[in-house]
């Protein structure tokens, strides 16, 4: 099947305007663009499965372009997006809109505009004799915390073939990235005894339990500061803040509960576990003089969420494919985290290469270059080529 460059830009441009008018925010149900994407594939005669989730309302979907039954390589992106809630914008953010050389929507940059590159080579991919078979990759609730695609990877090797090498196309500016740094949330819910503010003494103050854990996530992040740098990453160190935090009912009583979030973003090399044992430690010294005064008293440490770092072998096959087809020869590191420390985690070899600029990611009046698409597209164009060799 022969297309020109623009038809072929035309039909993406087409595509992401359909894609960007599904409003796929975390919150909601993405069945509506995975019933869209099922049926395009279908259309093209390509099978797909579907890996929902245990409420039926969200789902993943794979598919197979090429021999079946070999692992090839996999296109990986995911399907939701960030809210727009409190964000100014000019246009309708679910309706695409190009202005210049740009694309205005959400999840135009991230990354609906590398999911409508995909889907626009699907008709050439279906042309060549493929030896090496391309997967389809594509998931959910990427946005609070690579969620969606862990029970996808967990069928890979099962009902799913996994691939040998996954291309994940968040937005880097279709610069080859090969590490990036993972984040870890934790929930510490502090439990106290109230009492009146003028009898502070026969109550427990969790605020104030709170603060002194919260001193010690200080002392913690200094010495993060302090530690191990790597210059790649943008700060080159790993860190540590807290997120959110919530406590007391009224200021005339000693306040019983105290609820704080906080998280690390982690380099490759981080012991996360390191990290919530000393946490933990200082609970533990907090707990008897809490006790003492109520015994009911208690803090719990939960971690919340969990997204390994980064960082691919250098030597990889995919990494050596990967600056191959994007014509360059250097790799990047990034602060941001993928599911390629997921697919990774697997023994599938990642690589992070998108189109777009991750500056524009959850923003208001987010965009991506048109000049984006076309890079994405000639990389794309060459993954057929490389597959069918």
């Known amino acids: 099947m022969t297309i020109s460059s623009s038809a072929l830009l035309d039909e993406t441009k087409e595509l992401l305007a359909k894609l960007v008018s599904f409003d796929t925010t975390s919150r909601n149900s993405n069945l509506p663009i995975i019933d869209f994407i099922e049926s395009y594939l279908a259309k093209h005669d390509v099978e797909s499965t579907r890996v929902p989730d245990e409420t039926g309302n969200w789902s993943s979907l794979f598919a197979t372009i090429g021999p079946e039954g070999v692992s090839g390589i ?148 200094r010495d993060l500061m302090n530690g191990p740098q790597d210059e790649r990453f943008t700060p080159p160190y790993t860190t540590l803040q807290v997120t959110e935090i919530k406590g007391g009912n009224a200021s005339n009583i000693v306040p019983e509960t105290t609820w704080f979030g906080w998280e690390i973003r982690a380099m490759p090399g981080t012991d996360p576990d390191a990290i919530e044992a000393r946490l933990r430690a200082k609970a533990d010294e907090l707990l008897p003089a809490m006790r003492e005064i109520a015994p009911e008293a208690d803090i719990k440490i939960q971690r919340t969420n969990d997204v390994p770092a980064f960082a691919a072998d250098p030597e990889s096959d995919v990494l050596t494919m990967a600056l191959k087809l994007a014509e360059q020869n250097e790799t990047f590191a990034v602060s941001y985290a993928t599911e390629a420390s997921l697919f990774h985690q697997v023994g599938a070899l990642s690589v992070v290469c998108g189109p777009g600029d991750i500056a524009q990611a959850h923003t208001a009046n987010e965009w991506i270059e048109i000049a984006e698409l076309e890079k994405c597209l000639g990389f794309l164009g060459r993954v057929g080529e490389w597959a069918e060799a």
Request: glycine share 10%; charged share 25%.
């Open 74 to 221: 996999g296109l990986s992106a995911h399907t939701d997006v960030v809210p727009v809630d409190g964000q100014d914008w000019d246009t309708d953010p679910f309706e695409l809109v190009e202005k210049g050389t740009k694309l205005y929507g959400r999840g135009s940059c991230d990354m609906k505009g590398f999911v409508a590159c995909v889907l626009a080579k699907v008709p050439e991919y279906k042309t060549r004799a493929l030896k090496t078979p391309i997967h389809i990759v594509f998931s959910y609730d990427e946005e609070i915390g690579c969620t969606g695609v862990r029970p996808m990877i967990a069928e890979m090797g099962d009902r799913l073939i996994k691939p040998r090498m996954v291309v994940v196309g968040e937005p880097t500016n279709m610069s080859v990235v090969d590490a990036h740094k993972g984040p870890v949330r934790w929930s510490v819910d502090i439990t106290g005894r109230p009492a009146h503010s003028s009898m502070a003494p026969l109550g427990v103050n969790s605020i104030a339990v709170a603060g002194e854990l919260i001193v010690e996530l200080g002392k913690i992040e």
